[in-house]
C-alpha cells in the first residue's frame, strides 16, 4: 500500500507548487474514516481509495481529483455525509465525491432494467464534471484487479460482463485506452479464462518460435529512419488476448489466420516527422491497399490522432505500423486525461509541464467530452432507458468514416451510417426535414450507405417529417433518439385529442354538460399542471374519463345498467344516434389517422382483427395501449359493455387515404381440391389489383381445402367486388370475409 509521503510526493512531481496540505488532510480523513473495514481481500478498506489516488496520479490529475479519489468512498461507506466533506475541503471535492457516490450506489442495483436506467444516470451525472467519470473508472479498475478475492462466481461474472459492457468501452470512447485494454483483459478472464488462457498459450509459443523477430523489425525501422534524420523511438507491441479473441470471432477465423497479431508503435519528435517517417516506410517497403488510415488529419471522436498503415516488412512479413508524435502518444494512451498534462500545444511540441497545481482543461473544446453532451442531449429527449442504452451503445462500439457538407464541414459517423445519419448528425431539424440527399453530385436515396470522405448535400422540404421506416434506415443513437422523440411527441398530441374526446363522452353519456372550466377542478385532485396533461393521461388509458367526472362532480352518481343496455347504448351512442343513421359522416367523432397502427401512434388496430376503410368502427381506451380499434361488428367488445367510457367513436379519414395504400383483411375459403385451382385465385386477386400477405391450410380431404387468406385491398368496396367474383369461381365452394377471430 501506498504510503502518505510516497502519494503526495507522486503529485508534487508532476506539480511542485500542488496544495500538499489538502492530499495530507484527504489521506488523514480517509485512512481514519475507513477505519477497520476490511475488503474480500482482507486488506484495510482504506487500501482501495489510496490505490485509486496512485491510478490517478499516473494520469497527472489535478489536486482535486486525487483528493476526490482519497474521499470517494467516506460517504458511502462511513459516517461521513455531504456536509463534512463540504466544510472541511471545499465545494470542489464534495460536489465530486458525491457524484462519484452516486454511480457507486447506482451499481448496487445494477439489474435487469435498473441497469439500463443506472448508465443514463452515470452519463448525466460524469457530463457535469468529466472528472467523476475518471475517479470512477480508476475505481472500476482497481476493483477489477483485485475481483479474484470475491468468493461468489456469479457476481465475479455480473461485475465483469458490466465492466466489459459499459466501462471499458467508455474508457475507449474518452481516449482512455490503456484503461480500456486493461478492463477488457481483466473481464476477460473472469467471463471466458479457458479462451484467454489459450490464446496466452498460444501467443507465448509463437513470440517463442519468433526469437528475436520483434527487436530485429523495430531496429530495422529505428535505423532506416535514423538515416533519413528522423528521431524516433519504435517498439514492438503484441495484441492483447482479449482484442484477438474479439478479432477472431467477428471474422470467423483461426489464431493462426491474423495477421496483425504483432504491430510497431513509431513515436516521433512532431506531426511534420509523422508524415515523413510514413513515406520513408512507403518508399522502401510495398504497403497493402485499403490498409493506410490518416487519423492526424480526421482525428477520431474519442480526440485520437496517428497515423495507420500495414507494409510488406522485413523478411516479406505483413507488419502493421502506428506514427505518431509523443503528444499524440499521450493522448492516445491516456485520453482526455492527457489534456491536464499540458499548457501549449499550440505549434504540436510537446508543452512544458504544469508548473503549478494542474488545473482542469475547457472541456467545451475537447471532442470526447462533447460527445457526452450529445449523450446528455439524447437523455433529454425522453424514452426508455432501454433504448438510450441501445442508443449509446450503437455510438460506443463503431468504427468511423469521415464525410463533409459541401461547405467542407467534416462530419464523423459510425461505419454502416446512412445519408439519413448524415442530415441528423448536421442537425436535429435538417434531419427532421431532409427528403433527400446528393452524394458526390448525384441523387440518392436517404437510405444509402456512407463511405469514407463523401460529400453530402442534404435536400429538406418544410413539410417533410420522420416516419416510422426511417427507424430501420439509420445507424447511429442520435437519429434514432431524434426520430423516436419527433414520433412520440405527435403520439402525445394524439393521446390528447382523443382523451378530450373521451372526457366530453363521458360527460354527456351521464346527461351533464362539460367545459374546461369545469374540467380545471379536477386538476388539484388528481395531481396533474394543466389540462393537456390530463387529456393525454386519459388518452393512454392510464386514467379513467369516469373518474374525471367524479373528481369534478363528487356528487354525481354513475348510472348503473344491464350489461346488454350498457352495450346497446354505447353501440348507438358510437355508430349512429338514430335508426339508419350513420356515424361516419359525423364531424365529433374520432378520425382514424392514415399512421394508425404505426410506431408512434396512439392508435392501433385489435390483434387479428381486420377492419377496411368504410367498415363501422369503434375504439377502447386500454391503459398503457392507447385507442385499439374494432370493427363495430365484433363480439369482442361485449367484454367492454360494463364500461361505456372506454368507447370512443371513430371514422376512417377517407379524404385523405391514398389510392395506392392497401390494408389488410382476412378471407375464409373453401377451393375445390384440384390441380390448378389456386392458381385460378391467385390470378384473380392479381387482376383487380390486390395482394396476397399470407395463405394457410386449415382443413384438407379429398374433395375440398379450406384456406384462410391474408390479403391486402384498398377498401370494402374493393374486398366486396372482388369476393362477388371469387364466388361465381367454379373452383370456388364457398367464401366469406373475416374481420374477428371469433368468425373464423
Known amino acids: 500500500m501506498m504510503r502518505q509521503y510516497e502519494l503526495v510526493d507522486r503529485v508534487t512531481d508532476y506539480a511542485p507548487h500542488a496544495n500538499e496540505d489538502l492530499l495530507n488532510r484527504a489521506y488523514v480523513f480517509a485512512t481514519q474514516k475507513h477505519g477497520d473495514q476490511k475488503r474480500a481481500s482482507g486488506d484495510p478498506y482504506f487500501s482501495h481509495p489510496i490505490e485509486v489516488a496512485g491510478i490517478l496520479t499516473d494520469l497527472r490529475l489535478d489536486t482535486a481529483s486525487i483528493a476526490t479519489a482519497l474521499l470517494h468512498d467516506t460517504i458511502e461507506d462511513t459516517d461521513t455525509d455531504y456536509e463534512e466533506i463540504e466544510s472541511l475541503f471545499g465545494e470542489e471535492i464534495a460536489k465530486l465525491v458525491d457524484g462519484v457516490t452516486k454511480l457507486s450506489r447506482l451499481e448496487l442495483s445494477s439489474e435487469g432494467s435498473a441497469h439500463a436506467e443506472n448508465f443514463r444516470k452515470l452519463l448525466l451525472a460524469t457530463a457535469e464534471d468529466i472528472r467523476i467519470l475518471l475517479v470512477k473508472l480508476a475505481d472500476r479498475l482497481h476493483n477489477m484487479r483485485t475481483l479474484y478475492f470475491i468468493p461468489s462466481e456469479a457476481k465475479r461474472r455480473r461485475i465483469a460482463e458490466e ?219 425522453g424514452g426508455t432507458a432501454e433504448e438510450f442504452l441501445e442508443n449509446t451503445k450503437l455510438e460506443l462500439f463503431n468504427d468511423q468514416v469521415f464525410c463533409f457538407t459541401p461547405k467542407g464541414r467534416l462530419i464523423s459517423l459510425p461505419h454502416g451510417a446512412t445519408a439519413l445519419d448524415f442530415a441528423y448528425a448536421v442537425h436535429t431539424q435538417i434531419g427532421n426535414s431532409c427528403v433527400g440527399a446528393r452524394i458526390n453530385g448525384r441523387k440518392l436515396p436517404l437510405r444509402t450507405t456512407l463511405n469514407n470522405g463523401d460529400e453530402i448535400e442534404i435536400i429538406r422540404a418544410d413539410d417533410a417529417a420522420p416516419r416510422e421506416t426511417w427507424l430501420h434506415q439509420v445507424k447511429t443513437g442520435k437519429a434514432k433518439s431524434a426520430i423516436r422523440h419527433y414520433l412520440r411527441e405527435g403520439e402525445a398530441a394524439t393521446y390528447a385529442g382523443l382523451g378530450k374526446r373521451m372526457v366530453y363522452n363521458s360527460f354527456e353519456s351521464e346527461g351533464e354538460t362539460c367545459n374546461p372550466t369545469l374540467l380545471e377542478r379536477a386538476l388539484g385532485v388528481m395531481d396533474f399542471d394543466n389540462l393537456e396533461s390530463l387529456y393525454a393521461a386519459i388518452g393512454r388509458g392510464d386514467v379513467s374519463a369516469t373518474n374525471v367526472l367524479q373528481a369534478v362532480l363528487p356528487e354525481h352518481k354513475i348510472q348503473k345498467s344491464d350489461k346488454r343496455r350498457g352495450l346497446a347504448g354505447a353501440v348507438r351512442s358510437l355508430i349512429g344516434r338514430g335508426k339508419g343513421e350513420d356515424i361516419q359522416g359525423d364531424p365529433s367523432s374520432v378520425v382514424l389517422p392514415v399512421g394508425a397502427g404505426r ?146
Open 163 to 381: 465492466t466489459l459492457d459499459i466501462y471499458a468501452p467508455l474508457a475507449g470512447r474518452i481516449g482512455m485506452q490503456n484503461f480500456r485494454e486493461e478492463l477488457e483483459d481483466l473481464s476477460f478472464s473472469h467471463i471466458n479464462p479457458q479462451a484467454r488462457d489459450l490464446i496466452k498459450d498460444r501467443l507465448a509459443s509463437l513470440q517463442k518460435n519468433s526469437g528475436t523477430q520483434l527487436d530485429d523489425i523495430s531496429y530495422t525501422f529505428y535505423n532506416l529512419l535514423a538515416e533519413h534524420d528522423i528521431r524516433a523511438h519504435v517498439v514492438g507491441r503484441q495484441k492483447s488476448p482479449f482484442s484477438i479473441w474479439r478479432k477472431m470471432q467477428s471474422k470467423s477465423i483461426s489464431l493462426e489466420q491474423l495477421s496483425d497479431i504483432f504491430g510497431y508503435r513509431i513515436i516521433v519528435e512532431n506531426e511534420d516527422d509523422c508524415y515523413r517517417a510514413l513515406g520513408v516506410l512507403h518508399r522502401q517497403y510495398n504497403y497493402v491497399q485499403g490498409r493506410y488510415k490518416d487519423y492526424i488529419s480526421t482525428p477520431k471522436l474519442n480526440g485520437y490522432r496517428s497515423l495507420h498503415t500495414t507494409i510488406i516488412g522485413p523478411d516479406n512479413k505483413r507488419v502493421e505500423v502506428q506514427i505518431r508524435d509523443k503528444q499524440m502518444e499521450s493522448v492516445a494512451e491516456n485520453g482526455i486525461a492527457a489534456h491536464w498534462w499540458y499548457k501549449d500545444l499550440g505549434d504540436g511540441h510537446i508543452g512544458e509541464l504544469f508548473d503549478t497545481t494542474p488545473a482542469s482543461p475547457d472541456m467545451e473544446t475537447i471532442e470526447p467530452f462533447q460527445w457526452l453532451r450529445d449523450m446528455v442531449a439524447q437523455i433529454r429527449r
Open 599 to 744: 410506431y408512434g401512434s396512439a392508435i392501433r388496430f385489435a390483434p387479428d382483427h381486420f377492419p377496411l376503410p368504410q367498415d363501422k368502427i369503434v375504439g377502447i381506451t386500454t391503459a398503457g395501449a392507447g385507442l385499439i380499434v374494432y370493427p363495430a361488428s365484433s363480439p369482442a367488445l361485449d367484454e367492454y359493455s360494463d364500461t361505456p367510457e372506454r368507447w370512443v367513436q371513430m371514422r376512417w379519414d377517407m379524404d385523405n387515404i391514398s389510392r395506392e395504400r392497401l390494408f389488410q383483411g382476412r378471407l375464409l375459403v373453401s377451393v375445390i381440391n384440384r390441380t390448378g385451382s389456386l392458381s385460378a385465385i391467385t390470378q384473380t386477386f392479381a387482376d383487380f389489383g390486390a395482394n396476397i400477405a399470407n395463405l394457410s391450410i386449415t382443413q384438407r380431404n379429398d374433395d375440398f381445402c379450406d384456406l384462410i387468406i391474408d390479403i391486402e385491398v384498398r377498401d370494402v368496396p374493393h374486398v366486396s367486388k372482388l369476393i362477388d367474383v371469387l364466388k361465381g369461381s367454379s373452383v370456388i365452394s364457398s367464401i366469406e370475409r373475416i374481420t374477428s377471430p371469433q368468425q373464423e
